[in-house]
């Protein structure tokens, strides 16, 4: 299985301020269709998990401007370039190359 | 529009034995890799089981031989039987839609609730 691992656990941003999360891959998530099979998701409180990116760096429709990913390979990145008081909850990336479908440990954000 | 709605869940015994659904509109079941979720009380995801357009199945290894996902095409409607329950699949269960070919959930369910104790 590819082990997904996330840091930091969690996070306290001002509103207004960066922040970003790391995604390591145990293995390469490049496929032989050229595309990279990583997502990220954010699960607020007391809600099933939303779409944010996939692809690495493609965000869903209605995904605001504000949220981007980065990266290749086995390291990724996703970026809040001004945190919201919305964008509190926790946020997994999830590999979806091979089965099982893999996530991270998730990390929560939460507003200073 | 998409949505799903999972139902089916409750209060059951180890060893037990129960069935989920998930009734999908905005879309026909059959045309998408659907999948389920689940998530322990308090902790991450975990991915249970998908079912491809070609009808083949998977599991992860700590469900395999005890849950079966199947799907209704007529009623547009994704299953989980789950049966020989244990306590560690306590969690709740969501049901996902993939999207451009990927078992990435694109759309997700808003959970039912399974809890395994005596």
């Known amino acids: 299985d590819i082990v997904m691992t996330q840091t930091p656990l969690s996070l306290s941003v001002t509103p207004g301020q960066p922040a970003s999360i790391s995604c390591k891959s145990s293995q390469s998530l490049l496929h032989s269709d050229g595309k990279t099979h990583l997502y990220w998701y954010l699960q607020k409180p007391g809600q099933p998990p939303q779409p944010l990116i996939y692809?690495?760096?493609n965000r869903f429709s209605g995904v605001p401007d504000r949220f981007s990913g980065s990266g290749s390979g086995t390291d990724f990145t996703l970026k809040i370039s001004r945190v919201e008081a919305e964008d509190v909850g926790v946020y997994y990336c999830m590999q979806s190359i091979q089965l099982p479908l893999t996530f991270g440990g998730g990390t929560k954000v939460e507003i200073k | 529009e998409v949505q799903l709605v999972e139902t089916g869940g409750g209060l059951i015994q180890p060893g037990g034995s129960l069935r989920l659904s998930c009734a999908a509109s905005?879309?026909?079941?059959?045309?998408?890799?659907m999948s389920w979720v689940r998530q322990a009380p308090g902790k991450g995801l975990e991915w249970v089981s998908v079912?491809?357009?070609?009808?083949?199945?998977y599991y992860a290894d700590s469900v395999k031989g005890r849950f079966t996902i199947s799907r209704d095409n007529s009623q547009s409607t994704l299953y989980l039987q789950m049966n020989s329950l244990r306590v560690e699949d306590t969690a709740v269960y969501y049901c996902g839609r993939g999207d451009g070919g990927s078992s990435a959930p694109r759309n997700w369910g808003q959970g039912t609730l399974v809890t395994v104790s005596s």
């Open positions: 692809e690495v760096s």
């Open positions: 905005g879309f026909t079941v059959s045309s998408k890799y």
């Open positions: 079912i491809y357009t070609d009808d083949s199945t």
